[in-house]
């Protein structure tokens, strides 16, 4: 089954607290991504995986960090979060980067206090 | 880096009518556009894609054009249905490797 699953589905934290969201996808495939979504915003990539260990900065990598040691999982931390972090998250992954659908998780809704 | 702009926040469309969203983009090396739609509460999924080798492409009531000359591409969602209603994100690519850049969002609603 082609499925992308995010852990925690929601979750609230206090500021400078330690955040980590999870990802697994069980298609094999080779990219992955980290999106956040906010009302008029839209969805703004934070991070892109190529592979294990192959990872590339997005358009708003600021305060977030990600690892990747299995293809299949694909994390995203943020180390001391700030408020304005309260948002949406969604990863994704796709049979490799070159124009390939995205598949989506369920999203991971994250509340900093 | 590449900007996408989708015109349209909200459609609201008769039960039956089409529905229209259009979308430009800035980058002329943009080749790759494809169409998500998120229904309330839900995650987004795939709907459409269009490469800029063709201009005009159709998955049974759907109908994506590309305008590569005014940077411009759109969906047409014919024949609505209530099951239609949601929010329509484009995209493009100008990069593989970047990743996609998408568009604010289309809310579509509709009624019978």
């Known amino acids: 089954d082609m499925k992308v699953t995010q852990m925690p589905r929601y979750l609230i934290k206090r500021m400078g607290e330690n955040v980590l969201l999870e990802c697994g996808q069980d298609?094999?495939?080779?990219?992955m991504y980290w999106y956040r979504q906010d009302p008029g915003l839209g969805l703004q990539l934070i991070y892109i995986?190529?592979?294990?260990?192959?990872?590339s900065e997005g358009d708003i990598p600021k305060g977030y960090r990600v690892s990747r040691k299995k293809r299949e999982h694909f994390s995203l931390i943020l180390d001391s979060a700030k408020t304005n972090q309260t948002s949406v998250y969604f990863c994704?992954?796709?049979?490799?980067?070159?124009?390939?659908?995205?598949?989506f998780g369920e999203g991971s809704r994250l509340i900093v206090v | 880096g590449e900007k996408v702009e989708q015109h349209e926040s909200t459609l609201s469309v008769r039960e039956g009518d089409s529905a229209v969203i259009n979308c430009t983009y800035t980058?002329?090396?943009?080749?790759?556009f494809p169409w998500y739609k998120q229904e309330a509460g839900k995650s987004l999924h795939f709907v459409i894609d269009?490469?800029?080798?063709?201009d005009r492409k159709q998955s049974q009531r759907l109908i994506v054009l590309l305008d590569k000359k005014a940077k411009r591409f759109s969906l047409h969602i014919t024949a609505t249905q209530p099951e239609d209603s949601a929010i329509y994100f484009c995209?493009?690519?100008?990069?593989?490797?970047?990743?996609?850049?998408f568009g604010l969002g289309t809310r579509v609603s509709v009624f019978p």
């Open positions: 298609m094999s495939h080779e990219t």
């Open positions: 980058d002329t090396a943009s080749s790759y």
């Open positions: 269009i490469r800029s080798n063709v």
């Open positions: 995986s190529y592979d294990v260990d192959s990872n």
């Open positions: 995209a493009a690519s100008n990069n593989y490797a970047q990743g996609l850049t």
């Open positions: 994704a992954s796709s049979l490799n980067y070159s124009g390939n659908t995205l598949y």
